[in-house]
């Protein structure tokens, strides 16, 4: 990309300690760049989640802050800020885990989130184009959303951040436990809701081969560390991303997960497998 849009959010040397010993990040700097899809690449436990949760204000729930650095959005800095206060400038994570309310009905999910901003119209279109970016929505609007499947219950945490209308989606693990070809079919949606909505996207995912094909930029995480930056075609072409995350390109390689090479790791280590 020649010219690339201006820095919306700026993460400069940050330090993030859960209740108050357990160093998760130690030193991590990232520039998201209005418009870009950036992705967050890294083994477990390198601090891919504590990142976008300090960024949404999450940790504060889990007891933790950020201890040192800055995180600048759009100038203003929101470090250890209330998750409501981040919500409100247009910043909306989807997390790793519970991403949709089970008990509600795929309708009600999109309903629950809305911006309180947006009128009814607004709403009504956002909702609209939901349901043109993931058809498979409309059958299953009256349906619990805890009898969705994996795929379709992504589909819907993404629908239901979608009718919030963000500026800047922090997405925790598209592919968490789905097929190959449903992570790309997922994947290749985010890239037609950025066009229709300028959405600014920061994508923590497992598959770095998923990720570097929708991406703009990267980083690797290594230990609370940035050890890698790079354009997305930069990364794929790194040595070290490319045998320790895309393996060397082999198509069957290429789809396993960080999670399946640690776990093959931990296994190879007597069988033990990572937290
Ligand atoms: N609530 C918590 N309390 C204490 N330590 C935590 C907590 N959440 C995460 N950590 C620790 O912080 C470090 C980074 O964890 P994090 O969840 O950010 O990693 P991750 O890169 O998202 O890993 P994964 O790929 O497994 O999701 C790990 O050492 C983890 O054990
Ligand atoms: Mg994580």
């Known amino acids: 990309m020649s010219t690339r849009g201006a820095v919306v959010l700026a993460v400069e040397h940050l330090e993030v300690i859960y209740q ?106 956002l909702v609209e184009l939901v349901f043109e970016t993931f058809p498979r929505l409309v059958t299953h609007v009256r349906k619990s959303a805890g009898l969705l499947s994996g795929g379709e219950r992504q589909m819907l945490a993404i629908g239901a951040a979608v009718v919030s209308r963000p500026d800047l989606l922090l997405i925790d693990e598209l592919s968490l436990g789905l097929a190959p070809v449903i992570v790309e079919e997922i994947a290749n949606r985010l890239l037609s809701l950025r066009r229709e909505m300028r959405l600014t996207i920061l994508l923590v995912e497992q598959s770095a081969s998923v990720a570097l094909k929708i991406a703009d930029y990267g980083y690797v995480l290594e230990n609370g560390r940035v050890a890698i930056a790079g354009t997305a075609a930069d990364l794929r072409r790194n040595p070290s991303v490319q045998s320790a995350y895309l393996g060397h390109g082999a198509s069957n390689v290429e789809r396993r997960s960080y999670r399946d090479i640690a776990l093959a790791r931990g296994a190879l280590n007597g069988g033990r497998s990572p937290a």
């Open 20 to 125: 108050r010993a357990i160093v998760a990040l130690r030193d991590v700097s990232l520039d998201i760049r209005d418009g870009e899809i950036t992705a967050l690449l890294g083994a477990n436990g390198a601090g891919k989640s504590t990142t976008l949760r300090a960024i949404s204000g999450f940790i504060g729930l889990d007891n933790a802050r950020v201890s040192r650095g800055r995180i600048h959005y759009l100038g203003q800095p929101i470090e250890n800020w209330r998750p409501d206060g981040v919500a409100r400038l247009g910043v909306r994570l989807i997390p790793e885990r519970d991403k949709v309310f089970p008990g509600l009905t795929v309708q009600e999910n999109l309903e629950a989130v809305a911006s309180p901003n947006l009128t009814k119209i607004q709403r009504s279109q």
